[in-house]
């Protein structure tokens, strides 16, 4: 008799997930297309197609790539530990994501228009809106606003999907004022509207693509597939690889390692590019993986083994940049020392930012809801003012 012991079905199984995750980022896709210019190991290798799109990248946008990840990473973590101190009542995260939103940003023009979800910190970050303003809506101080106009970047959106839908009509207003196909690089605009693979299964996604297609609409929909949408694996959410999921509603997809912010940059630039010019929508999936949890109400120790985010780690998209910076002499210790010390400074800031934000007047509640006056909000807003008033001169 052995006494070698076998392993349950649960531990097989884990074995042979760990196996899959192990293999090289194109095989655990089923060995779909996959644009990559930058392995894990911080290695440069070259695409046909999308290596010309970083050729006029210098030096310092290199570096200001990473800059802009290390110092996004570090408000995520502030942001996470403020919530668990009782200062934001909620936080989502983007720890891991931070290549897909930097590379996707710094590929925008200042015309171009930009419609999140509820996590693209790094995008709001490359788009100049302050990371205070970020905070104001999960602190529970205002509705989470900030002029879109001055940044051309959108409100968050928390209802899944429905900013699709807002990003293909400002991309058909586009078409209508003609701000695209003139050749003009300061006039033609595009849209572009990130959503994750969770959403990519609502009904506003779908009839996004659909509205896209038929106006032949210049937006750029792009999914961070972060292999969970809350706790369901993405493989529950489509059969086949996101991207091609495009060629069903007529247009083009391409798949990019959302961990290498050089492939989505260029990536995002090919498709914004053809947006602009007037060959209509394209959809990126970015495939990357959510280091932390959904939100900060999530565990996500209860539904995906530790194994799968040790691997992860081994592709984090700052470490393989650094990597190349340093092997390729772009950066050195100095550089990466000071960013550091920056980062440490943001974060000061925004924890004292945040800290100081002053609870809102009651009423402002009934302010910015309709452009021009509504008599059932003005009768809202006297019945509350009568409300609020009776308790005046209690103890």
């Known amino acids: 008799m052995s006494d070698k012991r076998v392993a349950t079905p649960s531990e097989a199984a884990d074995a042979a997930a760990v196996a899959a995750l192990v293999a090289p980022v194109p095989e655990i896709i089923g060995g779909a297309e996959f644009v990559q210019l930058l392995t894990p190991e911080g290695e440069r290798v070259e695409h046909p197609e999308y290596s010309p799109y970083i050729a006029d990248l210098t030096d310092d946008d290199l570096r200001g790539f990473y ?5 996004i990473r570090r408000f995520d973590a502030e942001a996470t530990a403020l919530q668990r101190q009782g200062e934001l009542g909620l936080w989502a995260s983007l720890l891991g994501q931070e290549a897909a939103q930097v590379g996707s940003g710094r590929a925008l023009r200042p015309q171009d ?37 001055e940044n051309n ?74 292999q969970w949408a809350i706790s369901q694996p993405v493989e529950r959410q489509s059969r086949i690889p996101i991207y091609q999921r495009a060629r069903g509603f007529g247009f083009p997809g391409v798949r990019v390692d959302g961990n290498d912010v050089l492939a989505v940059y260029a990536v995002t630039k090919a498709a914004l590019n053809a947006a602009r010019s007037g060959q209509g929508p394209m959809l990126i999936e970015a495939f990357t993986y959510r280091m932390g949890a959904h939100t900060t109400s999530d565990d996500p120790t209860k539904y995906r083994i530790s194994a799968e985010v040790e691997v992860w780690k081994l592709r984090d998209p700052i470490a393989r940049l650094k990597a190349y910076l340093t092997s390729s002499l772009k950066a050195d210790a100095a550089f990466f020392d000071d960013v550091e010390v920056e980062a440490d400074e943001l974060a000061a800031r925004v924890r004292a930012g ?42």
Do not use: K
Request: glycine share 10%; hydrophobic share 40%.
């Open 67 to 71: 800059r802009d990840q290390v110092l």
């Open 113 to 149: 228009y930009a419609f999140p979800t509820y996590r693209e910190h790094g995008v709001a970050w490359c788009r100049g809106v302050n990371p205070l303003n970020l905070l104001g809506m999960f602190r529970g101080v205002n509705h989470g606003g900030w002029d879109p106009n």
């Open 153 to 226: 970047f959108h409100l968050y959106t928390v209802v899944i999907g429905a900013q699709t839908l807002h990003a293909v009509g400002y991309a058909m207003g586009i078409q209508h004022d003609h701000a695209l196909g003139t050749g003009d690089p300061d006039r033609d605009s595009a849209v572009i509207a990130y959503f994750g693979d969770g959403a990519s299964a609502q009904g506003d996604v779908n009839e996004s693509f659909v509205y896209a297609a038929s106006t032949n609409a210049p937006v750029v929909f792009f999914c961070q597939n972060n």
């Open 354 to 395: 945040c800290l100081a934000m002053p609870d809102p007047e009651p009423l402002s509640m009934f302010d910015n809801i309709y452009v021009e006056e509504h008599p059932l909000i003005d009768a809202e807003r006297a019945g509350f003012a009568a409300y609020t008033a009776s308790f005046e001169g209690e103890h």
